[in-house]
């Protein structure tokens, strides 16, 4: 995975290397290799930040905790997979394990009737960009409901591309089994 590394309209401190004495000029080079690092994950908790946090406040105090066994026991109507990838201001960005599960991953409850015990029926087990569409109804999911669920601002969303066909009408496009989604976010703004 590249890393974002333009953090420079962040709040992030800038990594500073001004004040190694003169002795250590050796380790220069290794601070800033540590500093590079140190940047890209930054940049990772920043995007976490701006993109997954800003409906923080409306998390119900639900846990995110599950009863594993219990959601492979329900039946269920609809149990699919489409696959995600974000660009966030052209780079590869990760898809948040625990979306729709993690109670700072699952903003919009209004679906949850619809989803195995205690999680969202859109989610995500692991940073693969898998969403899980698993539902105790034969509905339709869109991907603007999906949205909701992560808390990403549409407004953010300057491309959404379906299998490589650009869609206009993003919000509206119902998730279908197998799938390829991407989405370009901009926010810098
Ligand atoms: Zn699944």
């Known amino acids: 995975m590249s890393l974002p590394r333009d953090v420079s309209k962040t709040d992030v401190a800038p990594i500073s ?3 190694v004495q003169p002795g250590q000029k050796k380790l220069m080079l290794l601070y800033a290799g540590i500093g590079f690092v140190a940047v890209g994950i930054a940049s990772i908790v920043l995007i976490y930040m701006i993109l997954y946090q800003p409906l923080a406040s409306k998390t119900t105090g639900k846990s995110g905790e599950f009863n594993l066994t219990e959601i492979h026991s329900v039946s269920l109507a609809r149990h699919d997979h489409v696959s ?9 960005a990760m898809v948040p394990e625990e979306v729709g599960i993690n109670p700072q991953l699952w903003h919009d409850h209004s679906l949850e009737r619809y989803g195995p015990s205690g999680i969202s029926p859109m989610h995500t087990h692991d940073t693969s960009g898998t969403i899980h569409i698993e539902s105790t109804t034969p509905r339709e999911y869109t991907l603007g409901e999906f949205l909701a669920v992560i808390g990403i601002n549409p407004d953010r969303v300057t491309r959404m591309t379906v299998d490589g066909n650009a869609l206009n009408d993003f919000l509206n496009h119902p998730m279908n089994d197998g799938e390829k989604i991407q989405l370009e976010l901009n926010i810098s703004g």
């Open 17 to 19: 290397i001004t004040d």
């Open 84 to 92: 995600l990838s974000i660009l966030v201001n052209g780079q590869q």
